[in-house]
Structure formats: C-alpha cells, structure tokens
C-alpha cells in the first residue's frame, strides 16, 4: 500500500470512528433514557439497566455503521477538494479509479465490520436480551412490588398495593381473580408479604376481606381472614422460557434446510432465507455506500461554492436504496426463490459509482473528441 493510500484511509478511519461514537452516543442517549425508566420503575437496579444497554449495542452499531461509512467518506473527499489535495493528485496523473482504491479498502473494512455484528454479535446479544428480560418478566418482586398502579401479572387477574414499606411489607393490598368464569374471587388487605419457598411463591394477606362471587347463581360470599395465603407461582408458569428465534440464530444455523429451520420455529423457509441474506446484503451495501459518497464528490470537482449540491445527491441516492432495501424483503418472505432481490439496492449502487467514476475519468470529454473526430 503506498502512502497515499495509507494517507487517505488513516483519515477516512479516524473520521469513521469518530461519526460512529457520535451516533451511536446519540441514538444510545436516547434510547437508554426510555430503558432507564422502565428498569428502574420496575424495580430492577442500576447494573440491571447497564446490562440491557450493552445488549442492545449490537444492533444499535450495526444501524450506524453505514451512515458513519457515508458521512467519513463524504467528510474526507470534500476536504481534500477544499484544500486542492484531489487537483494536485490527479494533476500528477493519477486517475479517480486508483484514487477510489482506499475508499473501496475503507468501505471493505466496514463491511467486514457490518457482517461480523450481523452474522455472530448480533444474534447471540439479542438472544441473552431476550433470556433477561423472560427472566426479568417472571420475577415477582418486579411484576407486583410496584406502588399505586393496577397491574396485570397474568390474563384476568388485577394487583394493586397503595405503598410498600422500607422492609418490603405491602399495604393496603387488592387481588382480583378472574381466571375461573364461573366465579369471581376478590381479596383486600391491610398488610400482605411474598414468601418464597422451594414449592414456589405465595402471598400471605393479613387483616383482610374475601369475597367470591358465583356467577351462575349471582350470589355473593363474604368472609373475613386475619392471614390468608395465595398462590402466585401459576401466574409465571406461561412465561418459563422463550422460544427459538430466526433473530436468535447466527448465520452458520441459517446456511442449510430452510424448511426445517422454518417448521421448528413456526415461520416460513423464505422468512428464513430474508433473514440470512438481509444480513449479508448488509453487509454489501455497507461497502457501497462509502463508493458512493467518495464518487458523487468527486464528479463535482473544486468549486468555490462548495459541493453541498453533489452531498445533496449522494444523500438522496443513499436514502432512495435504503428504502428500496426495506421493501424487497415482503416478496422473499412469500418465496424464498426470490432471495437474490435483495442484492438488488447493492448492485445499482456499484452501478451508480461504476457510472460516477467513469464520468470522473474524463469520458464525456473523450465522447466530445470522437464525435468531433467523425
């Protein structure tokens, strides 16, 4: 690698690292203030929120990444037309094939980046995300521990405690039982604990009131209790685990039998095949997307105006494939055949950039001198 390749890729990745903690500080700001107020209003402590942050990583870097990829390449070509260090080179012969080498090195670096998060990162973080949270969603303590709101730990039935004490005693409690249609069951307490034991979990209510309701009589019951002991643990039975997951898997599992894959996580063989090559097509325009953006600015040439017309250009042609990218996966997912369209955004990107570059080199004033010649 000669100098000014090594030239322009320390700057392209300097900048590509500095845009990528920008915006991944930036979305993980935003995000994290939402996950902050639910983990800690369910009661979870502050490494329960630090942990769930770093899960979510993955998938929030391998969103940026390729507008990080976009906006170092944009950054650097503009800067070095600004400062006449493209005139100078091409002025010594070197043509905007050669100069686009680095760009494609910078672009293959982030690609290679892209798949490994797609591929490996991604799938094993959002599996233990989902692992935390099931584990999360079956602990008592943060589905009922919370004060002065009516939940629902479980279909048709209803929790609420005014407040809950330093020592973890709950007062003022209401527990309705809607599970059985044939009758209602409602209880109400001064004070209730959750006493865990190897059989499960109960809530023991003290000073209360027991009514049931038998809704084909329409008759009433009433009795008082100074301590009575319900059985909480069937409310998490149907949330024991979590099942298998195309997002789950990495893409070694995905490479072979679409269709059995698909009949062991009730989901079709083409939504596993969008998901593998969604992936890999990632990747791909990750690669083009730093081409682009170099090429776009480059065709501008040095203008004492500034190229903000071409960064226009290269924004709309990035944003008019991404789109393209979103609304090809429906027809994979109906039929698995189809896979290859989603290297379509990837391909007239390359086409676009094979265009831009060739428009760079000269051609049009090559095309002028033929069409004078004949």
């Given at each position: 690698?000669?100098?000014?390749?090594?030239?322009?890729?320390?700057?392209?990745?300097?900048?590509?690292?500095?845009?990528?903690l920008v915006l991944v500080s930036v979305f993980w700001i935003?995000?994290?203030?939402?996950?902050?107020?639910?983990?800690?209003?369910?009661?979870?402590?502050?490494?329960?929120?630090?942990?769930?942050?770093?899960?979510?990583?993955?998938?929030?870097?391998?969103?940026?990444?390729?507008?990080?990829?976009?906006?170092?390449?944009?950054?650097?070509?503009?800067?070095?037309?600004?400062?006449?260090?493209?005139?100078?080179?091409?002025?010594?012969?070197?043509?905007?094939?050669?100069?686009?080498?680095?760009?494609?090195?910078?672009?293959?670096?982030?690609?290679?980046?892209?798949?490994?998060?797609?591929?490996?990162?991604?799938?094993?973080?959002?599996?233990?995300?989902?692992?935390?949270?099931?584990?999360?969603?079956?602990?008592?303590?943060?589905?009922?521990?919370?004060?002065?709101?009516?939940?629902?730990?479980?279909?048709?039935?209803?929790?609420?405690?005014?407040?809950?004490?330093?020592?973890?005693?709950?007062?003022?409690?209401?527990?309705?039982?809607?599970?059985?249609?044939?009758?209602?069951?409602?209880?109400?307490?001064?004070?209730?604990?959750?006493?865990?034991?190897?059989?499960?979990?109960?809530?023991?209510?003290?000073?209360?009131?027991?009514?049931?309701?038998?809704?084909?009589?329409?008759?009433?019951?009433?009795?008082?209790?100074?301590?009575?002991?319900?059985?909480?643990?069937?409310?998490?039975?149907?949330?024991?685990?979590?099942?298998?997951?195309?997002?789950?898997?990495?893409?070694?599992?995905?490479?072979?039998?679409?269709?059995?894959?698909?009949?062991?996580?009730?989901?079709?063989?083409?939504?596993?095949?969008?998901?593998?090559?969604?992936?890999?097509?990632?990747?791909?325009?990750?690669?083009?997307?730093?081409?682009?953006?170099?090429?776009?600015l480059l065709v501008g040439g040095y203008s004492r105006f500034?190229?903000?017309?071409?960064?226009?250009?290269?924004?709309?042609?990035?944003?008019?494939?991404?789109?393209?990218?979103?609304?090809?996966?429906?027809?994979?997912?109906?039929?698995?055949?189809?896979?290859?369209?989603?290297?379509?955004?990837?391909?007239?990107g390359a086409v676009i950039v094979l265009g831009l570059l060739?428009?760079?080199?000269?051609?049009?004033?090559?095309?002028?001198?033929?069409?004078?010649?004949?």
């Amino acid at each position: 690698m000669v100098k000014i390749d090594r030239y322009m890729l320390s700057q392209l990745l300097w900048l590509f690292g500095f845009f990528a903690l920008v915006l991944v500080s930036v979305f993980w700001i935003n995000r994290a203030v939402q996950l902050f107020d639910r983990l800690i209003g369910d009661g979870q402590t502050a490494l329960v929120f630090l942990e769930f942050s770093a899960l979510g990583l993955p998938r929030l870097i391998v969103t940026v990444l390729p507008i990080a990829t976009f906006a170092a390449a944009i950054y650097v070509t503009n800067r070095l037309n600004n400062e006449s260090e493209l005139t100078v080179m091409m002025s010594t012969g070197t043509s905007p094939w050669r100069l686009a080498r680095p760009v494609a090195i910078f672009g293959l670096i982030s690609a290679v980046m892209v798949s490994v998060l797609s591929h490996v990162l991604v799938p094993a973080a959002t599996q233990q995300l989902s692992e935390r949270e099931a584990e999360i969603s079956r602990n008592i303590t943060s589905r009922l521990l919370t004060e002065g709101e009516f939940l629902s730990p479980a279909r048709g039935v209803t929790f609420y405690t005014r407040a809950i004490s330093e020592d973890g005693v709950l007062q003022d409690v209401f527990l309705a039982d809607r599970r059985d249609p044939d009758q209602r069951l409602m209880y109400t307490a001064a004070e209730a604990y959750l006493v865990r034991n190897d059989s499960g979990t109960s809530l023991i209510m003290v000073d209360g009131l027991a009514q049931r309701l038998i809704t084909a009589e329409n008759r009433l019951s009433t009795a008082k209790f100074q301590d009575f002991s319900f059985d909480i643990t069937t409310l998490m039975k149907s949330e024991d685990g979590i099942g298998p997951s195309l997002q789950h898997m990495t893409s070694d599992r995905l490479l072979f039998d679409w269709t059995g894959i698909a009949a062991t996580i009730g989901r079709t063989p083409g939504a596993v095949a969008e998901e593998l090559h969604s992936r890999i097509a990632r990747a791909t325009f990750c690669f083009v997307t730093a081409l682009i953006g170099f090429a776009t600015l480059l065709v501008g040439g040095y203008s004492r105006f500034g190229v903000w017309r071409e960064i226009v250009i290269a924004f709309l042609v990035l944003v008019a494939l991404d789109g393209m990218r979103g609304s090809l996966s429906d027809p994979v997912v109906q039929d698995p055949r189809l896979w290859p369209i989603l290297y379509l955004p990837s391909a007239l990107g390359a086409v676009i950039v094979l265009g831009l570059l060739w428009t760079a080199s000269g051609a049009r004033a090559y095309l002028r001198r033929l069409r004078g010649a004949t």
